[in-house]
């Protein structure tokens, strides 16, 4: 059994962001601190926008709250307002109709008086 000796060269041993620090400003030269500032600049019109988004969305959102609210109290008022018009029915057709045990009594007894 033969010891494989120790592959690692100085490459291996450089830090991998010193090899992306070399590579970026070889690729940007000096134009990188232009390119920082572009970016940084649209970040922060990203995150302002952002935040306009979300408070456009927050404002929508309570809107849409208040009108749930509101159609939901509308459809209370409609539905108890239809149950006491169907109870107020109910209680009128009551008071009009005939008990048919009552109606029978009063039809023998009618009857009852005819034949006599």
Do not use: H
């Not at 609210?69 to 239809?82: A, E, G, H, K, M």
């Not at 209680?91 to 045990?101: R, W």
Request: without cysteine; negative net charge.
């Amino acid at each position: 059994m033969s010891k494989k000796p120790n592959t690692k060269s100085a490459e291996t041993e450089i830090d991998p962001s010193s090899k992306f620090e070399a590579i970026r400003d070889l690729l940007f030269g000096e134009n990188i601190q232009q390119y920082d500032s572009e970016f940084e600049t649209l970040k922060s019109e990203i995150d302002a926008k952002k935040e306009m988004l979300q408070n456009y969305i927050d404002e929508v959102r309570g809107e849409l709250m208040q009108s749930i609210d509101s159609l939901s109290t509308d459809v209370n008022i409609r539905i108890t307002d239809l149950e006491d018009s169907l109870n107020d029915k109910a209680e009128t057709l009551d008071a009009k109709k005939v008990d048919k045990k009552e109606l029978g009594k009063l039809l023998v007894t009618l009857g009852e008086k005819i034949s006599q």
